[in-house]
């Protein structure tokens, strides 16, 4: 039996029961008059409700995916990086090309790695310094004294003795110093070093420093005379402050660099600035035909 749709049905009768208590046949069928005829055909149950009729389904909205993650250039294997700034390795440092030859070597534009040899006294610091300060291209500046005392309890004084644990110490700092410019240097910016090295002694000789940074570095030697270099350290304090029996012990040895090969700067009577600028006619040299060592 077919109903019109939307209209309510009573509940079913069970036999020996009326109709369910509260539902009300005349609340159903608005057309019904009490008392009088039905107004409407046999078998009616009343029209459909005349209320708003309901929006029609509206089909499903995808769901709208998450933006993709913004994507970074991709780095390089064997690569560090900090944040999202790539960090080349660093290397040993290659010997410097030289320009072609009607083009003059520019040292205070090329990526140099220099190492500032001489005795205690010889004004390497300060040279170096000042020679990193005024470059055009990015210069670092490297003193393996300032490396070696960053080892506070139980820092090993070289002039309370050489000993095993002093030269440790030291070759533990020429290779941080090693490591350090090396980064520098795959990062395009120059380094000069500077150390006491003495010809005659292996375990604080040039190989070390060629085996840390590379066949690239450049040696220059500062030597000035030896009233010079006693003037300069009177002039120091603390643990940089040596004997002057010390310092003419030192000067004496640094003498064996003439006839190594490698340049020499006398710098006696030069100030701090004109050293700089002989130290970079050297290095043009030194670029063009680069030292044996």
Known sequence: MQHAVGSPLPPP??????????WSPAAHHPGHQPGGAPQHPPGYLGAAPTGPVPPA??????????????????????????????LPPGGPVAMPSAPPAATAPNPGTTTLAVLLIGP??????????FWADHRRVPTAHISLDDVREWVRSGFADPQSGWNDHSEAQYRLARRTCGFAARNFLANGISCILDDAIFPDRPAVGLGGWKRH??????PVVLLPGLEVVLERNAERS????????EVARIHGRMAGWYGSGLPIIDNSTLDVPSTARILDEVLARAIASPPKW
Do not use: F, I, M, W
Not at 58 to 86: D, F, I, K, L, Y
Not at 120 to 129: E, I, L, Y
């Open 13 to 22: 009768h069970q036999p020996g029961h009326g109709p369910a208590a509260g």
């Open 57 to 86: 389904p509206q089909p499903p909205v995808p769901p709208v995916p998450p933006p993709p993650a913004p994507r970074h250039a991709p780095v390089p294997p064997g690569t560090e990086t900090t944040g999202h700034v790539p």
């Open 120 to 129: 205690a006294g010889a004004g390497k610091t300060s040279v170096a310094k």
């Open 213 to 218: 940074v590379g066949p690239g570095l450049l």
């Open 238 to 245: 603390g643990n940089r402050r040596l004997t002057d029996e």
